[in-house]
Nanobody, 121 residues
Framework: QVQPVESGGGSVQAGGSLTLSCVIS????????MGWTRQVPGKERDGVAC???????TYADSVKGRFTISKDNVKNILYLQMNDLRPEDSAMYYC???????????????WGQGTQVTVSS
């Protein structure tokens, strides 16, 4: 069982930065694709960034050039570095995983509880 646990959310002004972390309960090196999604009340959950077990990363167009996803396979931690934050980035951010080699091939089936990010203008 893979149990992601997120941390690092908070409140920041527009233009600021935050780093989200996701601790994974068991080693996933080589086996799982991991990603970050976000959701605002009343809207569907959207994919933000993904890193496949093959190491390939993908990003939503809205965060390209501002967000960076990375994974430490030794410490079993997934990160999301968020720079130049905008009010529209405000959402609950969820860490997710699936046993798959590449992003976008299978839906996530392991989810964290979420961490709130609030960006004020």
């Amino acid at each position: 069982q893979v149990q992601p646990v997120e941390s690092g959310g908070g409140s920041v002004q527009a233009g600021g930065s935050l780093t989200l972390s996701c601790v994974i309960s068991r080693p996933t090196a080589g086996g799982h694709t991991m990603g970050w999604t976000r959701q605002v009340p009343g809207k569907e959950r959207d994919g933000v960034a993904c890193v496949g077990a093959d190491g390939v990363t993908t990003y939503a167009d809205s965060v390209k050039g501002r967000f960076t996803i990375s994974k430490d396979n030794v410490k079993n931690i997934l990160y999301l570095q968020m720079n130049d934050l905008r009010p529209e980035d405000s959402a609950m951010y969820y860490c997710a995983a699936v046993r798959a080699r590449q992003c976008g091939t299978l839906p996530y089936n392991y989810w964290g509880q979420g961490t709130q990010v609030t960006v004020s203008s």
